[in-house]
């Protein structure tokens, strides 16, 4: 196992530096995610160049995060298209980079965010466009020979463990794996109180699945509409040793 830290270093991978990836390796990462906000501007040469300072600080990338939004699940083919394609390019800059896996955002019909509750996103017409879109995702994965990463969470259309198994599984894809990050889904007082037996369920459910998890925290917070916040590893209320 690995301990990485995701967003370390702020903004895409134009800000990274030796001196930040020194830094990176003193405080006891061994690796770290990129940010790409725009795959078709990354060069040989940057490549090269961004592969030489993490073997030199002796940092892994363990996966690309691509910032293509939420529109894998748009209503509208030409949006769908081009961020599939925005995907593809992001699959051939894993391979090159040596990254095992890319990160696969599901997306949101919420016009202000990604990560942002609609009223639609647990449709079965969201569900099938994201299936639909990640499967063109997925091929151009399997061509590079690299692994996509999906994430979910209770505001998105992959709000549980059953349904991230049930995409998965609909996806049908050898190269999609699961970004454990179980935080993101507790949408009830039920979840808050019980987080031993919302972890139970996905490792029961999607274990076998499992590429990395992301490590955090959450508390709820007191007042009268239910309210969640997130919260520093090991001051909140997740059963870490679960």
Not at 53 to 69: H, R, S, W
Request: charged content about 25%; overall charge negative; glycine content about 10%.
């Amino acid at each position: 196992m690995l301990l990485g830290a995701a967003g370390r270093i702020p903004g895409d991978w134009r800000n990274i530096t030796p001196e930040l990836l020194t830094e990176v390796s003193g405080e006891g990462f061994g690796a770290l995610n990129i940010i790409v906000r725009d795959p078709f501007s990354m060069t040989s040469q940057d490549i090269v160049r961004l592969k030489a300072m993490f073997e030199d600080a002796g940092v892994l990338i363990v996966q690309t995060y691509g910032a293509y939004g939420g529109g894998l699940v748009s209503p509208h083919r030409s949006e769908r298209e081009a961020t599939i394609e925005f995907a593809r390019r992001m699959c051939g800059l894993t391979a090159q980079l040596g990254s095992p896996n890319t990160y696969l955002r599901p997306g949101s019909l919420n016009p202000n965010g990604p990560w942002l509750p609609h009223p639609d996103n647990r449709s079965d017409e969201v569900f099938d466009r994201l299936v639909d879109s990640t499967r063109e995702f997925c091929q151009a994965a399997e061509d590079e020979g690299v692994m996509v990463a999906v994430e979910g969470g209770a505001v998105s259309p992959l709000y549980s463990a059953r349904r991230v198994r049930d995409f998965i599984e609909a996806v049908g894809s050898p190269a999609l794996g699961f970004n454990q990050d179980p935080v993101n889904f507790v949408g009830s007082l039920e979840d808050a109180y019980d987080t031993t037996g919302l972890l139970a369920e996905f490792f029961d459910l999607t274990g076998e699945f499992t590429l990395g998890a992301h490590t955090k925290d959450f508390t709820v917070v007191d007042q009268l509409m239910v309210r969640f916040e997130e919260e520093e590893i090991g001051s909140g209320m997740l059963d870490h040793v679960a």
